[in-house]
């Protein structure tokens, strides 16, 4: 299914969103994804200028990438698969790490269109990391494989916002 025109508008303005509380807190982003396969970094780079705050991206979509690229713990991954919350957590810090970035963005789940590691389409995981702190929130999406991508590249984007916008959280401008 090709995505209408109202869903790219709205990962596009998600991403713009984010991208303007990044530049205005200072703050560079760097993202690691699994499930949405380069859509976040997708998303941020079709607004003009998110040069001032992108750094890049991994696509960590096998397990084994996650460890050896991210730094994933690799007997957590053993024992958990990559869809659980402290693979996020991990693959956020790891991404941040590697390519030095202030702030480090995850997506690790199931998009479908069946389940995949005992988890039901739609079970998704997504993370922010920065040297201050984290944040993770877990997701039970619907729709079809599509919708379920482009829900989590809004998601991982309104929660590094709201991430950002803490006044307790991070360099102030």
């Known amino acids: 299914m090709i995505e209408g025109a109202a ?3 709205d990962r596009i303005r998600a991403a713009r969103a984010l991208l303007q509380t990044a530049a205005e807190r200072g703050v560079t982003l760097a993202i690691a994804e699994s499930l949405t396969g380069g859509q976040v970094a997708s998303s941020l780079v079709e607004v003009p200028g998110a040069s001032r705050v992108l750094v890049g991206a991994v696509v960590a979509y096998a397990t084994r990438i996650k460890a050896q690229v991210l730094g994933v713990d690799a007997a957590h991954l053993e024992l958990t698969g990559p869809v659980d919350r402290d693979v996020a957590l991990q693959m956020a810090h790891g991404v941040r790490r590697l390519l030095g970035a202030d702030l480090g963005l995850a997506t690790t789940g ?3 269109p069946g389940p995949a590691d005992g988890h039901p389409a739609g079970t998704v995981h997504v993370a922010v990391a920065a040297p201050w702190g984290q944040r993770h929130r877990e997701l039970h999406l619907s729709g079809d494989r599509p919708q379920i991508r482009r829900a ?3 998601e991982v984007c309104e ?3 709201g991430f950002l916008r803490k006044d307790e959280c991070g360099p102030q401008p």
């Open 152 to 154: 989590t590249v809004m």
């Open 159 to 161: 929660l590094a916002i």
């Open 110 to 112: 199931v998009a479908g």
């Open 7 to 9: 869903g790219t508008e």
